[in-house]
């Protein structure tokens, strides 16, 4: 079983982790930090990630950095700023890790109009990773993670019509389709990778069943009732392996999709996922989900 002391040695190289003040990406960052990167602590609130890094630094013994950035995904505009503040300071970017996400808030947009979760969980990402490509492109064998979850699944394709919650507001439904949203996204960002002859690789994970603050909208009596259909149920550390064996392991392919390898993948060790619908390679809809993203993001990744 792959556990974080299997990670190669890391210094020098340079990562940003969003969402990563809490839960499995906080664990992620720290467990690359421990490895030796110089990790961007991209999320939203400055003292909570002032925080995370106390927090890190009093029980990790990392010889990499950690560096506050703030970027809130749920405006267009904020991730532009994130990205130009970020290229001031480096000069290039080896590890992506696109682990922010917001599970089944109540109704609400974006800045820019969009179902939260979609907006923050796909398409801020989308926005990310291509202002930063550049950055990526000039590292050795650059790394982009994008987390999923087994919800993807569920997803039955993507509404176009409704990415901006002009019908009725189903909150599982919109996660699913966010979470599809981002496999297809890594799918096609390795496809269209590969087909400039890009060193650069785009690699899935999802962290099982982890318990963290991803729950928070679920209410206490409700969120115990959930967790116990589960046999088990993972902290954040294991939760985080998926990401950093897919960020880190020589084996990885681009395309490849990471989870726990136990039942069901609701926990484990890190495997190939098995999570495959149509929809998750539909090139059709691949194309469309782009071209929808770059079309509303205003970003082109390979101009
Ligand atoms: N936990 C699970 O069982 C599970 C299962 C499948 C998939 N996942 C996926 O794993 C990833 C990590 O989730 P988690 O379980 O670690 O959840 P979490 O503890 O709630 O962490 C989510 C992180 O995303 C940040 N975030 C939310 N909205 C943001 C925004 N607009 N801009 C920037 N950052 C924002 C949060 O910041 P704040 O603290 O400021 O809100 C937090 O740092 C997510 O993509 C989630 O969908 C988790």
Redesign the pocket.
Known sequence: MWKTKDMPDLSGKVAIV????????FETAKALYEAGASVTIA???KQ?IKQAIERIRATGSGTGSLEVGI????SLTNVRHFADQFKTRYERLDLLIN?????IPPASKTEDGFELQFG??FLGHFALTGFLLPLLEKAARARVVT?S??AAIRAEGIDFDNLKLEKPYDAWREYAVS?LADVIFTNELNRRLQEKGSGVLSVAA?????R???Q?HIPNDELEVLLAQFDNVME?WQ?ALPTLFAATDPTVKGGDFYGPDGEHEYVGYPALSKHSTAYMHDRRLATDLWEYAESVTGVNYFQ
């Open positions: 969003t969402g990563a003040n809490t839960g499995v990406g999320a939203r609130d909570k970027l809130d995904l749920a682990n922010a996400g917001v599970m923050v969980n987390l979850s087994g979470k999802h962290p099982g069943v982890t963290t603050d991803l928070r954040p939760g």
